[in-house]
């Protein structure tokens, strides 16, 4: 979304993607035999203006403006703040669905060609391993429901209402199940990082969705439980333990990741908690990438309101 609106708020300026800080590496720490997007990224096929830092001379001295994770947040909020409010401001309540309308197709125009360009310029093996995976399962309209555990559980504690949540998407496959009844009795791919509240998504969704099959995309319990002596540790994704693992291991993830997210953004329906950077990303493949439509994905504790997902 923030290399879309920059391209918006300076159509002629070239951002830089700078991939060496980043934990998701095929790579040992230090090495510069090549460029580290090329793990995952062709950076001759990135979108126009758009190009690898790598190579790319000091930065600094191009008078380049540094925009970390901290920085790319909060501009998206600030986004997101004004034009929920411009929405709002609308004279009559008959105006404002016609507001939001004009809002989502602005952001759509804004973004889609940076998330369109990007994506494109994924590494084709990538690519073929989530095609593989979305080829095998049935060719009819498929659920993919996303579990988030590890860290993101005590991110919740400071998002008002979520603290109260039980991470289960119960919510959002009961307002799935109501929106779009067509999505019961499908094949449901359960994705993501904690194999004991995955078990707890599972039986939702047999029982709400009756899913007719589950394809599993999540590590067994004996694959993730931490070291008896840590009890500082929890199941699921916790980013000091990512960065701290092995290559292999963070490699091997950081290419199963993409392949999820593949997955998420070819699913005819998805639920997955909007707090999460995972579904912020799927949601923009879906729009831009699959043309889904926005009311096809669901908030897993029940929020409605779209601009929470940016």
Partial sequence: MRMGLLRSEAPNATVYLDWSPSPYSCREPGDQSRDPMEDFFLPQLLPPRFKSAADAGDLAQKRCISSGHPETAHYNRLYNKLLCKHANDAPTPVERGPRWLAVKRALLQAVCPAVVGLWRSL???LQAEADAVVHSLPQEPFVALHVRGGDKVTEYAGRGARTDSDHSLLAGMAA???RHPSARGRTCVVMGDDPVLGQVVIAHAAKILKCKAFHLRIPSLNQTTPQASDTSSTLGHEQDRFNSAPVEQRCAGARSFLTDLNIMAAAPYFVGNTVSNVVSMAFWL???????DLDTLFDG??????????
């Fill in 123 to 125: 590494h084709p093996s």
């Fill in 176 to 178: 799935l199940a109501t």
């Fill in 286 to 292: 879906r729009g831009c990438v699959h043309h889904h």
């Fill in 301 to 310: 504790d029940g929020y409605t309101d779209w601009p929470f997902w940016l």
